[in-house]
C-alpha cells in the first residue's frame, strides 16, 4: 500500500471513530502525497462536512468532480455542502448535474430529495412547526454566516429587520406575521435561495419570468441588494435633468442611454439564441459608448457560447484593457480574467487558464474563481505527470542507475531511478532497482515503500518478493520476511533467493534470538506488537486460548496445531519473537 493510500486507510478509521478533525488531517496529507486522486478530496469533503465546515466541503467537492467528471460521489459531496450552505437551487443543480450522468444512484437521489423537501418546508418538519423552524432559522450561526452574504449585508445592516428578527428569536410564534413584511419575505427568499443575486454583470440575463409589480418598498430594498444585475427595473427611470450640460456632456450622456438600450436589445437576442443579432447590438452598444467594458464583456460570452473560445479570450482581454484604461470596478475586471480562464481551460490550455485566474485574483478576490483556480491546478498537475511519461526515457533513466549501481555509486543510482519511475510510474522492476538502491544508502522505509508499489503494479513478480524479504530481514521483522519469501517460492518453487532468504530467516528464528541481549528481544517483541496483523493474532479468542494451553494443557495445545491455519499464526508469533520456543 502506498504512503497516500494508508493516509486515507488512516483518516476512514478516524472518521469512522468520530474524530473528525483527525481524519481531515490524514486526508489532507493524502492529498499532499498524491494530489490527483480525487477519492481523497471526496473525503475529506465528506469530513469537512461532517464537522459543519460547509465552504471547505464544498471546495474539496468542486475538486473532486474537477479530477473526475465521472464519479458519483463527487455531486453526492457539492449537493450536500450546498445544502447545508441553504444554498437550495444550488444544491439541486448540482444533484440533477450527478443523475444526469448517474440516473440511478441512490445517494443522490436521496439528497435530491431531502433538499427539495427543504426548501419547500424550510421551518422544518417533524413535528417542530413553526417555533422550531424560527429559532433554527435566526440562530447566531446562521446570522454569521448570511452577514457573508453580500446580498443579505443590507438588509441585516438594517435596524428596522434586526428588530424584528430579534422579536422572532424571542417568540416564534411571531414569525408568520413577520413574514407579511416585505423586507422579512426578501430575506427569506434569499435564505432559500430563490433570489438571482452576484449574478455576472456581463452575461446576458437568462429570460426573466413574468411576475406581478413588487411593493415599492421592496422594490427599494431590492435595489440595494443587486450591484452587479442590469435587468430593466419595473418602475419606469426618471428623466435625468441635462440642462446644466454642454452640448458635447449632453450628447455624451444620451449616447450612454442609447448603448444601454443596445445593451438590453442584446441581451433579448441572447436569451432567444439569436447570436449573431446579439453581437451586433453589442457592438452599436460599443460604437455609441466604447468606454463601458460591460458591452466588450457580453460579447465574449456570447463567444464561449458560440464555443468560439479564441474570439471570447480575445474579447476578455480587450474588456480588461477598456476597464482598467477608465476604471472599470474590480469586480468587472475579475470576471472578464476568469471568463477568459474558462476559455483556455475548454482550449486545454491549462497553462495559461491558470495565468488567467491568478490575474482576477489579483483584481478581484472571489471564492468561485478560487476553487477554479485549485481544480485546474490539480488537472495541471495530473496533465504534466501524464506528459512526462515516457518508456524510452526511462529506459535510458534506469541504464544509468544500472551502471551507477554497479560502481557502488548509491545516492546518483537512487537519483536515476527516481527519475525513471517518474517517467514509468507502472514498471515494476523499475521499483525494485530502486529499493536495492535505498537499502544501500539505509533508507529501509522507502525502500519498503517502493517495493510494495511494485507488487501492486505485479503481484506475481517473484524478484518483489525476494527483495521485499530481504528489506523484511534488515527491518528484524523476521515474521514479515518469512511470509514474503513463502509467497515467492508459491510462485516459483526453484527460485534461489527466496530458498537462501528463507534459510536465513529460519537460521535467524531459531539461533539468532539465543545471541540477542534482554534488550534486545525486548524491542524486536515491541516492534512485532505495533503490526496489526500481530494484534489481530493476539486479540483472536481462539488463539488466546491455544497459547494458554501450551502452558496449562500441551495435548491440546498440539492438537490445534495440526490446523494449518493456527500453525501458521503460531509459527508468525515465534518468527515476531513474541513467543519462545526452548
Known sequence: MSTAEEFKAKGNAALQAGNTSEAIEFYS????????????????????????????????????????????????????????????????????????????????KKGMDDVKREKENPMGTGGGGGAMGANSMFSPEM????????????????????????????????????????????????????????????????????????????????????????APAPEKEEEEDLSGLTPEERKAKEDQKAAKAKKEEGNQLYKAKKFEEALAKYDEAIALDPKTMTFLSNKAAVYFTQKKYDECIEMCLKAVEVGKEHRAPFEDRGKAYTRAAKAY???????????????????????????????????????????YQSDEKAEEAKQRGNEHFRNKEWGPAVEAYEEAVKRAPKNAPIRNNLA??????????????????????????????????DIEMYMKEYHKAMESYKKGLELDPDNKSCKEGLQKVQMQINYGRSNMTEAEKKEQAAHAMADPEIQ?????????????????????????????????KIEKLIASGIIETR
Not at 475548454?346 to 482576477?360: F, G, P, R, S, V
Request: contains cysteine.
Open 143 to 230: 446570522l454569521a454566516q448570511m452577514s457573508l452574504d453580500p446580498r443579505m449585508r443590507p438588509l441585516l445592516n438594517d435596524p428596522q429587520v434586526m428588530a424584528k428578527i430579534k422579536m422572532v428569536q424571542s417568540n416564534p410564534n411571531l414569525l408568520p406575521t413577520m413574514l407579511q413584511d416585505p423586507q422579512m419575505m426578501q430575506l427569506l427568499g434569499l435564505m432559500m435561495g430563490q433570489e438571482g443575486g452576484g449574478e455576472d454583470d456581463s452575461t446576458p440575463p437568462p429570460p426573466t419570468p413574468t411576475s406581478t409589480p413588487a411593493r415599492p418598498e421592496a422594490a427599494k430594498t431590492a435595489q440595494t441588494t443587486t450591484n452587479t444585475t442590469e
Open 436 to 469: 536495492a538502491a535505498l537499502c544501500k544508502i539505509m533508507d529501509f522505509s522507502g525502500a519498503q515503500r517502493s517495493i510494495e508499489v511494485a507488487l501492486e503494479l505485479d503481484p506475481k513478480y517473484v524478484k518483489a518478493w525476494a527483495r521485499k524479504g
Open 536 to 568: 489481530s493474532i493476539l486479540q483472536d479468542p481462539v488463539m488466546q486460548q491455544i497459547l494458554k494451553d501450551f502452558g496449562e494443557n500441551p495435548n491440546a495445545a498440539q492438537q490445534a496445531m495440526q490446523d494449518p491455519t493456527i500453525r501458521a
Open 29 to 108: 496529507k493524502a492529498i499532499n502525497a498524491d494530489g490527483s486522486n480525487h477519492v481523497y478530496f471526496s473525503n475529506r469533503s465528506a469530513a469537512y462536512l461532517k464537522m459543519g465546515d460547509a465552504n471547505n466541503a464544498l471546495e474539496d467537492a468542486n475538486s473532486c468532480i474537477g479530477l473526475n467528471p465521472d464519479f458519483a460521489k463527487g455531486y453526492s459531496r457539492k449537493g450536500a455542502a450546498l445544502h447545508a450552505l441553504k444554498r437550495y437551487n444550488d444544491s439541486i443543480a448540482a444533484y440533477d448535474e450527478g443523475l444526469q450522468k448517474f440516473p440511478n444512484d441512490a445517494g443522490i
Open 345 to 387: 481551460q475548454k482550449k486545454k490550455d491549462l497553462e495559461n487558464a491558470i495565468k488567467m485566474c491568478q490575474e482576477a485574483q489579483l483584481e478581484n478576490y472571489d471564492k468561485d474563481t478560487q476553487r477554479l483556480l485549485k481544480t485546474m491546478e490539480l488537472e495541471k498537475k495530473k496533465a504534466d505527470a501524464l506528459a
